[in-house]
């Protein structure tokens, strides 16, 4: 099974500091997640993508036409599973930390959060925090499973930041 990584950048993080997410992994892992994404994509990943249509109302009375116009995107959704086997709560501490740190700084405006996910669908493959794109966490749900609660099944919602 291949690994997926969630991950965070920093002022101190940049692109421009580590080129590639791996680079960020090798020298903070304090900042990576890695997990295994699920067998089954179709049910452990919802893309919700929205447009920003905008309906007008009819000039006039009794005037069946129907005025709409395109004003750009309204946002773009990503809601996904999976799990991983964190080692002393490292995992599940930076899972917390993610969720509860500023979601940008002055460098990364369109969010700080990453994520890598080798044979992921459309754009997800990854998605690397920059001036101009970047993923911010809306929410998150992490369960703790078995008796040494060591495996964290989670959920994680992502909004989109960027050109799509």
């Known amino acids: 099974m291949v690994h997926a990584m969630l991950f965070y950048r920093t002022l101190t993080t940049r692109q421009l500091d580590f080129a590639t997410p791996a680079l960020l992994y090798a020298s903070h892992p304090e900042q990576c997640i890695l997990f295994t994404p699920p067998n089954d994509l179709a ?35 990503i809601d996904m599973e999976g799990n991983f086997l964190q080692t002393g709560g ?17 460098y ?11 044979n992921g669908p459309f754009q997800l493959q990854e998605i690397d925090p920059a001036p101009n794109i970047g993923l911010m966490i809306v929410q998150r749900r992490g369960t703790h499973v078995g008796i040494t609660k060591e495996l964290v099944d989670f959920s994680v919602q992502l909004s989109y930041g960027g050109f799509v």
Not at 90 to 106: E, R
């Open 43 to 77: 049910s452990k990943i919802n893309d919700v993508y929205t447009n920003n249509i905008v309906r007008k109302n009819p000039p006039e009375p009794f005037n069946r036409f129907i005025r709409q116009t395109d004003e750009g995107v309204a946002g773009w959704l």
């Open 90 to 106: 490292t995992s599940s501490v930076a899972m917390h930390f993610m969720a509860t740190l500023p979601q940008g700084d002055s």
């Open 108 to 118: 990364h405006n369109m969010g700080c959060i990453g994520l890598v996910w080798p």
